[in-house]
């Protein structure tokens, strides 16, 4: 007999949408799991899209610390790690489509640092699964169109954020109060 909380992380979350989900997961951080884990958040996290068109498609690349200071410098200027980075594509920006419904739309990259995944993981208490899936979901809500810039952007992102994890069927590792910026 499975628990309720193995029911439902053995089902995918629904998006609004037909999403195909790229994965590039350096050897280093290859785990068992890992790889439904980060599919499902996405997942998760694209079901709180507004007006997403019918096929999506997005890239999550699991990569270290030098790959996202790189980035970081090239496109932030900021010569230090970090744990996600997303970049938007042309097709979707301020949360609405861009392009005819034919034609699948592509959100963007998202690229997270393990290192920096696991450091927080152990910071903050939980596990490197349950910081993963965060960040996932954070980076695939910043390509819908969801930021912090604001108290009341801060809030909405976090309760996309909280319904996000619901749906998982996991809880949302940290609290309001320890929101990653």
Same mark, same amino acid.
């Given at each position: 007999?499975?628990?309720?909380?193995?029911?439902?992380?053995?089902?995918?979350?629904?998006?609004?949408?037909? =999403?195909?989900?790229? #994965?590039? !997961? %350096?050897?280093?951080?290859? &785990?068992?799991? *890992? +790889?439904?884990?980060? /599919?499902?958040? $996405?997942?998760?996290?694209?079901?709180?899209?507004?007006?997403?068109? =019918?096929?999506?498609? #997005?890239? !999550? %690349?699991?990569?270290?610390? &030098?790959?996202? *200071? +790189?980035?970081?410098? /090239?496109?932030? $200027?900021?010569?230090?790690?970090?744990?996600?980075?997303?970049?938007?594509?042309?097709?979707?920006?301020?949360? %609405?489509?861009?392009?005819?419904?034919?034609?699948?739309?592509?959100?963007?990259?998202?690229?997270?640092?393990?290192?920096?995944?696991?450091?927080?993981?152990?910071?903050?208490?939980?596990?490197?699964?349950?910081?993963?899936?965060?960040?996932?979901?954070?980076?695939?809500?910043?390509?819908?169109?969801?930021?912090?810039?604001?108290?009341?952007?801060?809030?909405?992102?976090?309760?996309?954020?909280?319904?996000a994890f619901a749906l998982l069927g996991r809880p949302n590792p940290l609290k309001p109060d320890q929101f990653h910026d």
């Amino acid at each position: 007999m499975t628990s309720p909380r193995e029911s439902a992380r053995s089902t995918q979350p629904k998006p609004t949408c037909d =999403a195909d989900i790229h #994965l590039h !997961i %350096r050897p280093a951080h290859r &785990a068992r799991g *890992r +790889t439904s884990l980060v /599919r499902r958040a $996405a997942r998760a996290a694209l079901a709180q899209g507004r007006e997403l068109p =019918a096929r999506v498609e #997005l890239t !999550i %690349r699991l990569t270290d610390d &030098a790959e996202l *200071r +790189t980035l970081n410098r /090239r496109y932030r $200027a900021t010569d230090a790690p970090t744990d996600v980075l997303s970049f938007g594509g042309e097709g979707y920006r301020d949360g %609405r489509p861009h392009s005819n419904g034919d034609t699948p739309v592509y959100l963007g990259d998202i690229a997270i640092s393990m290192e920096r995944c696991t450091a927080q993981a152990r910071r903050y208490g939980h596990s490197v699964e349950d910081e993963l899936a965060l960040l996932v979901i954070h980076g695939v809500l910043h390509l819908l169109g969801y930021d912090h810039h604001t108290p009341a952007r801060r809030r909405r992102m976090w309760q996309a954020q909280e319904r996000a994890f619901a749906l998982l069927g996991r809880p949302n590792p940290l609290k309001p109060d320890q929101f990653h910026d």
